[in-house]
């Protein structure tokens, strides 16, 4: 947590009407987001623009190296089939993709991929416990209706599960939207208000907050901070990640049994 700073005690009770407000905890002020933004204009004076910068797809090499050769692998959302192509012929995994739009299916199809036209909540629904290695959400925890009813499938359906979204709370989104007073439009989040597929923001810490009352455990994690990809674990990380990716599974009890929802 990042050490609460003096522009907190401006005015006498400032923080106790923040909490008041729905600010129940601290991990920033505005001289650390102009601090981050400094940083980031210095660092991108050699770049180009900052909102080109972020690589694509860029969880698709650390899933990769992480699943073994022979391992199931079901991926929820899988778009065109790119992250399946890469696991079979790179890892020999075993994969499943599943996905609504009709064109990505068609071309997962022409790739050789076995996909499933399916709502992801049926499919999760229906598939037997413990059926896959590992399930893959990638970049979607947020358009979904019921997130937490899918990370649950998830748990339910495989032993790991690799889950990575745009932090809402970088400070981009953070100053655009405290200072220009609009809805921000990123290059994490490229869409205006009206036509977002993102219905469910949420940040770093919410996900956190979310693993430690869900009884699970996380077992590796990855942030992209300026383009670069850095093993999560920074105290500043939810100011300064753009997005986030994490590999968790249900913590087991003595026996080794998953353990239940509290």
């Known amino acids: 947590m990042i ?33 981050q933004a400094q940083n980031t204009m210095q660092a991108q004076q050699s770049k180009g623009s900052y909102e080109n910068h972020a690589p694509h797809r860029w969880e698709d090499p ?32 075993r994969v499943q993709g599943v996905e609504t739009n009709e064109d990505a299916v068609v071309r997962c199809i022409e790739r050789g991929m076995p996909v499933c036209h399916e709502d992801l909540y049926h499919i999760l629904s229906v598939v037997p416990d413990q059926s896959f290695s590992y399930a893959v959400l990638e970049q979607t925890l947020q358009t979904l209706q019921e997130p937490l009813q899918v990370l649950d499938g998830m748990l339910r359906v495989a032993k790991r599960s690799f889950v990575s979204f745009p932090n809402f709370a970088h400070w981009s989104v953070r100053l655009a939207f405290s200072l220009g007073g609009r809805m921000p439009v990123t290059s994490a989040l490229p869409h205006e208000w009206y036509n977002t597929p993102n219905i469910h923001l949420c940040s770093i810490t919410d996900f956190l907050d979310w693993v430690n009352k869900a009884n699970v455990r996380i077992c590796q994690a990855w942030v992209l901070v300026e383009g670069k990809v850095e ?27 998953a353990g239940k929802k509290p």
């Open 231 to 257: 093993e999560f674990g920074q105290p500043n990380h939810n100011i300064s990640a753009e997005q986030a990716m994490f590999v968790i599974e249900r913590k087991t009890d003595a026996d080794g049994h």
């Open 62 to 93: 650390i899933i990769a190296k992480i699943v073994q050769p022979g391992e199931t692998v079901i991926d929820l959302g899988c778009g065109d089939g790119e992250l399946l192509v890469r696991l079979v012929y790179e890892r020999n995994a």
């Open 3 to 35: 050490k609460k700073r003096q522009s907190l005690d401006i005015l006498p009770g400032f923080e106790d009407f923040l909490r008041q407000i729905g600010v129940s905890s601290f991990d920033s002020d505005f001289d650390e987001l102009l601090k």
